[in-house]
């Protein structure tokens, strides 16, 4: 299926790389995906209900509010949705002359956050733009913004990417630069995530198993080192392979995970009487919010969480099948490829695994600019679903 996919996609016709909303208007088929947006209304609101939760004794504890973190992500989601709208809206085709200018953009922001007095220092990580509630991560838009700027490059180059020199080489360029800047933060779980769509995106636009398996290899050793030169990074790979090792030091967070989940059983212990989100757990409504989610709906609510991300992966694939052109695809597959690689990758830490990498949980964890970026990602498949293909043409 996959080769098919990649023939399909390679076949179609270079006209449709510069068709013109008028052009794209021939191919209306349907209505707005409605599976889609039910999906995302359901994680998102899952979403709010688990950050009250799992956030309320600290939000007490910290601001004397125990809706101080839920209060904040409300207003994040009406910037979200509003932002949404613009996306779903908008020309999709119109992207692609935007496409260096955002990735350029959030490059430069990537630099802002690793300059002394602009970037907000956390724990030594410097993640952060902006002044309090109204900080955002350069690193979320950055996801959003290399998947716009692929899906443009690829999308014009054609069967050029079937060449590691003509073809990749000059994206690759930039998915590294964006890459070491996040690495750099530090922040290796988000720069993972970055090299992993650019990989599907690179799989999907039709370039040589060989080339990607190249590239793949050629970043092991630096990524090796960087483990291995970073006692924290090389703590996480610790504690991922024996937590039990040291179940008081680097083995703590993955232990108390475990428990919180084996704890809720079948049915859970019931929405807000998690007792792991007192504090045993690191960053309970961020990172390890599918833990305290565990504990309180029990193996049923997580399996009901990862099926509406299977769903959201089949809904966005088939939209990105049915896209009319090159592009459209490429915007689909990226924009669902990040959000659904991330849920998987969130939900294998918490499970012991996947090395723990201190990324969210699309729509569900707490982070402002996690939901924008996720929600206009999410508007962009549906804008790509406006259009279909139509047999033979």
Known sequence: ??????????????ERESSSLDTLRSYVASPPDTWLFAVVALLVAIGMMMIFSASNAMAFTEHQDAAYYLKRQLIWLVVGAIAAYGAFRIDYLALRKFAPYLIGASVLGLIAVLV?????????????????????????FAKLSLVIYLAAVLAARGERVTSLVRGLFAPSLVVAITCMLVVKEPDMGTA????????????????????????????????????????????????FIDPWKDPQNYGFHIIQSLYALGSGGMWGMGLGASRAKFFYLPEQYTDFIFSVLGEELGLFGTLVVVMLFLVLAYRATKIALAAPDRFGFLLASGCAAFIVIQAFVNIGVVTSSWPVTGVPLPFISFGGSSLVVNLVAVALIANVGRYRRIAGS
């Open 192 to 239: 993972s995530l970055l090299a992993f769509t650019a990989i599907t995106m690179f799989f999907l636009s039709g370039a040589r198993i060989s080339h990607l398996v190249m590239m793949v290899g050629s970043t092991l050793p630096v990524v090796t080192g960087i483990i291995l030169l970073n006692p924290y990074q090389r703590a996480r790979i610790f504690a």
């Open 116 to 140: 002394p007095h602009l970037g907000i220092d956390v724990n030594g990580a410097r993640r952060w733009l902006g002044a309090g509630p109204l900080s955002i991560q350069p690193s979320e």
């Open 1 to 14: 299926m996959r080769n098919s996919v990649r023939r399909d996609i390679r076949s179609a016709p270079p």
